[in-house]
């Protein structure tokens, strides 16, 4: 395949997850960050979110399979997981954190373990779309190409 | 306080008139308080985008400790839940120790009493994460006002 082939191939798939909800205008904040000085910036961070996420859902199903939940560590666990993943532009699993903070708020376990489900489901999706895009960015420098620069007019 | 998240386009855009000739000109320094590494590297890279000099640890104590020691930041981004020493503690301390840097809480809590009690120990402005290029700017008039008065 051509680069521009590639690069066009880039930006329809970019443009899908934005239109899909799985990113948002903060992950745009986050590219506009990245430059020469810090060409792996996106790249470093969204491992890092990666990282911290799989804790935190691991800390979480620990948390909730306890005799006696404590529910005010499971609060905090959620609510970290959302600061993350707002900040990295992860619409969809920030929008499952809400969900999940709000059950919570309830004490009720057996809704906080559906939405512990679907915020998995939803790392598990944002994170799978996140490693094709960067393989799909790695595919264009590869092959002597840049990777184009996307408004996504936020 | 809660901004809009509002467009992005360039982050140069996003600087408020005189936001980036304040920076330029003062040499302001900052330092970012947070348990998520995420957090830290994020806003240690939005703090130097935007010119200034930027320090980070991970949680309320190793702030208070810094400052024990003589250090001094014109700004602090605190966050709210932190071990050891929570964000709320720490600005309690940084306070009655007399420290007037502009101490900016951050947080995922959405609950306008919850950012209301972090205000009450001390800080200057409250901002639910994620930071923006916006949130930033307007921060950074206020530190500028700040230093002119």
Do not use: W
Not at chain 1, 26 to 42: A, I, R, Y
Not at chain 1, 140 to 148: F, K
Not at chain 2, 124 to 131: I, N, V
Request: proline share 2%; with cysteine; hydrophobic share 40%.
């Amino acid at each position: 395949m051509e680069v521009g082939q590639m690069q066009r191939r880039l930006v329809d798939y970019t443009k899908s997850l934005f239109m899909e909800g799985f990113l948002d205008g903060q992950f745009s904040q986050l590219q506009q960050l990245q430059d020469e000085s810090n060409p792996d910036f996106v790249v470093e961070v969204v491992s890092l979110f990666f990282d911290d996420s799989e804790k935190l859902l691991n800390d979480l199903a620990i948390a909730l399979d306890q005799p006696n939940v404590d529910f005010k560590r499971v609060d905090a666990h959620v609510h970290q997981l959302k600061g993350s993943s707002s900040s990295i532009g992860a619409q969809r699993v920030k929008n499952a954190c809400i969900a999940f903070c709000n059950f919570c708020k309830q004490h009720n376990i057996e809704s906080c373990l559906r939405c512990l489900q679907q915020v998995k489901q939803e790392f598990y999706l944002v994170k799978n779309k996140l490693e094709t895009l960067f393989r799909l960015e790695q595919q264009i420098v590869g092959a002597g190409g840049s990777i184009p620069v996307m408004e996504m007019g936020f | 306080m809660v901004l809009g998240k509002g467009a992005s386009s360039s982050l140069s855009k996003k600087m408020v008139d005189g936001a980036e000739e304040m920076v330029n000109n003062n040499n302001f320094t900052a330092l970012v308080v947070d348990d998520d590494p995420l957090i830290r590297v994020l806003h240690d890279m939005y703090l130097r985008k935007f010119g200034l000099k930027a320090q980070v640890v991970e949680n309320g104590k190793m702030a208070v400790d810094l400052f024990h020691v003589g250090a001094t930041f014109n700004l602090i981004l605190m966050d709210k839940e932190m071990p050891v020493m929570d964000g709320a503690e720490a600005t309690k301390q940084l306070r009655a120790m007399g420290v007037n840097s502009m101490i900016v809480g951050v947080t995922s809590r959405d609950l306008s009493f919850e950012k209301e009690a972090f205000m009450e120990a001390g800080l200057d402005l409250c901002f639910e994460k994620p930071l923006t290029p916006e949130k930033i700017s307007f921060i950074l008039q206020e530190l500028n006002k700040n230093n002119n008065n």
